[in-house]
RNA sequence: GCCACCGUAGCUCAACGGUAGAGCAUACGCUUCGUAAGCGUGAGGUUAAGGGUUCAAAUCCCUUCGGUGGCUCCA
């Protein structure tokens, strides 16, 4: 099935260990599918004339979609959730009972979403949860609580009395819209969530960690620590980076292309806008055409805003004839591509309509994919395990079989999934196979981590790709002067560079490991006459490549400590008589430990040290 | 794009039909202090924009713009 972000955890598997029971099988599972049916009951209750459609349990959670004769308020959810505790304390057993179509269908006469599910069902073409099934179901059974039946297959807590009614809430979370099975083409409900728990104590534990969770949200870290900002003036979905925000972006492009370089890679340099005809050579044009900003007219040629750099990258391998005996041939770009997401779509730096990617494609003989392939996910590898991050899962993204908006034979999808999967073999990488999430002229590996509000994000992605070399007819000369046709990777490590440091200020909630962090040493003369002394000691660290900044405000020492902290500055260095005397700064750590007077030089080398090997650590 | 909610000073928020306020930040003055925020004064808002209702609108209604939670779609 698909996976989509909010649902089933089981397969989340994030960092690869096997989870010791599965959330289906657990109790909190079945609390929260009954919790689901005692919703359902409820708002019943005040909308006689609602609609049901589905309500299945979803991590942290439940939720029940509904069609609704008016918008449902704030009182309605307060109304519904009191009315759930009533029907919970009255004790009703959850009864089950196998029915035959026809008694299905009488059960539901009036509820049209019902009746879909069961012919669906009865004709074996999906279940009530979405997924295909291949033949009919076997049975079609109900589940009663009190006056409430509903078509469920189970399972449920024995009674409504196995249900917590002080560790259930339906108003932590506003109600949305979601379109009926998910079809954007086909009526939109209410989606009422709810969570539930087995004890009050872990659901305010839940709570808690929610509001915790907001706090360390990319958006407001970058509002607080000044990385970035938006203007509807500029445009939607379009990032300014402010000078701290550059400065972290800078850091890791820098660190990124010396990589790139080490490993074989070339950089090469192309425009932000081209003609629309290469775009329609390559596919993407009409392909892509829903996320791509209008031609622009210009004399009597159109031109586009580029939405990805493939094809420019080939257009720079055409430029020459190229020998098998160049091969592996790699070229990198931090390409800036400008795609058009509907407004409803973006957030923060996870989803804008312009974004740098760390773009790369890589030409290579069929001999060589498999290998290369694993050197990208192996760089990959090396990349998030500098930073410290663990959480992320790969996803292995294949055709959907029954969609037409892939091009390319059916043998070479094969053969490229085949190869992906068996790379994947080979270094031991947990993966699942999602049909449905190749790009268009391929599948690939993806590398999905999280936000703060456990919402998935795609960042780096390794695509093999047999198809745009064939439409723009690349080639190489083999050992044996034949002409020969190469395959090409499509590969982004970061992703884009917007989307991976909104995850990694969430990672690090703010406090960046100090080869990163835009300031690494505050400054904090502790009276005016400390400022000189201070001014010297910046000098020194700045000749030593540390980025600093003086506070040589007429705030308190305390007060300076109390904003470099707010700042998440990894080294804040005190200094007064004592040390201007004798030479030394006196270190305190954003972890709040006092390392005491140190030498300047003594302070130098150990930060130096710590930041060129890119440590997590401060010391 | 769709459903719902929201938009008050640079930031975080208050006032919720009756003349727009606080803290932080900023400017100026005082203070010159040894490890989580010294004191004072000033400046800063046609309450996102436009329209409507009303004797009176930040507050009620409509439109547009922007944001948030979802859905859809994606790096």
Redesign the pocket.
């Known amino acids: 099935m698909h996976i989509?972000?909010?649902e089933c955890p089981c397969d989340l598997n994030y960092d690869g260990v096997a989870m010791s029971q599965r959330y289906e099988d657990s109790r909190l599972y079945r609390i929260r599918h009954s919790s689901a049916h005692v919703l359902a009951e409820a708002m019943l209750e005040r909308f006689p004339e609602a609609l049901i459609a589905i309500g299945p349990p979803i991590e942290d959670g439940f939720y029940y979609d509904f069609s609704l004769p008016r918008?449902i308020?704030e009182e309605d959810l307060q109304w519904v959730e009191n009315r759930m505790k009533e029907i919970i304390r009255a004790n009703h057993p959850f009864k089950y009972r196998e029915v035959t179509p026809d008694e299905a269908r009488a059960q539901f006469q009036g509820q049209p979403f019902k009746l879909e599910l069961i012919e669906d069902l009865v004709n074996g073409r999906e279940d009530e949860n979405g997924n295909r099934i291949a033949e009919p179901a076997a049975k079609i059974s109900f589940y009663t609580q009190d006056t409430f039946t509903d078509l469920c297959r189970g399972p449920h807590v024995e009674t409504t009395s196995g249900i917590n009614p002080d560790a259930i809430s339906i108003t932590f979370?506003?109600?949305?819209?979601?379109?009926w099975r998910?079809?954007?083409k086909r009526p939109?409900l209410?989606?009422i969530y709810g969570t539930a728990f087995e004890t009050k104590e872990e659901l305010d534990e839940y709570l808690h960690a929610l509001e915790e969770a907001k706090k360390r949200d990319h958006?407001i870290l970058g509002?607080k620590l000044d990385l970035f900002t938006?203007s509807?003036l500029v445009?939607?979905?379009l990032t300014l980076w402010k000078p701290a925000g550059a400065m972290l972006r800078h850091t890791l492009e820098t660190w990124l292309r010396d990589l790139l370089l080490e490993r074989g890679y070339q950089p090469v340099v192309t425009p932000h806008i081209a003609n629309l005809n290469l775009y329609k050579t390559s596919g993407h044009y009409p392909y892509y055409s829903s996320?791509q900003y209008a031609p622009i007219q210009v004399d009597d040629e159109e031109f586009m805003l580029k939405p990805m750099n493939c094809p420019h990258h080939i257009m720079i391998y055409k430029s020459d004839m190229h020998s098998y005996r160049e091969l592996p041939l790699r070229y990198s770009e931090y390409g800036t591509v400008y795609?058009y997401?509907?407004?409803?779509?973006?957030?923060?730096l996870?989803?804008?309509?312009g974004?740098t990617?760390d773009d790369a494609h890589i030409f290579v003989t069929p001999d060589q994919l498999l290998n290369e392939f694993k050197e990208v996910v192996r760089f990959f590898q090396f990349v998030v395990g500098t930073l410290g991050i663990t959480e992320f899962r790969a996803r292995v993204g294949t055709r959907d079989p029954e969609s037409d908006k892939y091009v390319g034979d059916d043998a070479l999808w094969d053969g490229a999934a085949s190869a992906i999967i068996q790379a994947c073999q080979d270094l031991g990488l947990p993966h699942t196979v999602e049909p449905g999430e190749a790009?268009f002229y391929g599948p690939k590996l993806?590398f999905v981590l999280r936000d703060v509000?456990k919402?998935?994000?795609?960042?780096g992605?390794v695509q093999v790709d047999y198809n745009l070399p064939a439409r723009f007819e690349l080639e190489y000369v083999a050992e044996d002067g034949t002409r020969k046709r190469p395959i090409m990777i499509h590969r982004a490590l970061f992703?884009?560079v917007?989307?991976f440091v909104a995850i990694l200020i969430e990672h690090f909630a703010g406090a960046f490991p100090a080869w990163l962090s835009p300031i690494q040493a505050l400054l904090i003369p502790?009276?005016?006459?400390h400022v000189e002394y201070a001014n010297s000691v910046a000098d020194k660290l700045r000749a030593r490549g540390i980025r600093v900044d003086v506070d040589a405000?007429?705030?308190?020492?305390?007060?300076k400590?109390?904003?470099g902290?707010?700042r998440h500055i990894p080294y804040?260095l005190?200094?007064?008589?004592?040390?201007a005397q004798n030479g030394t700064v006196?270190v305190?750590l954003r972890t709040?430990e006092?390392l005491g007077?140190l030498p300047v030089d003594e302070f130098v080398n150990m930060a130096a040290n710590v930041i060129s090997s890119k440590s997590l650590e401060l010391k």
Do not use: C
């Open positions: 989509r972000h909010g918008t308020t979370k506003l109600p949305a819209g979601a379109y998910g079809d954007e939109q209410t989606r958006r509002e938006f509807p445009g939607k979905g996320s795609r997401e509907k407004s409803g779509e973006l957030t923060g996870t989803r804008v309509r974004f990617q790009a993806d509000l919402r998935e994000w795609q960042l992605t992703g884009s917007e989307r502790i009276t005016d006459r405000s007429k705030n308190r020492m305390q007060a400590i109390a904003a902290r707010e804040l005190i200094m007064g008589d004592r040390d006196s305190r709040d006092d007077a």
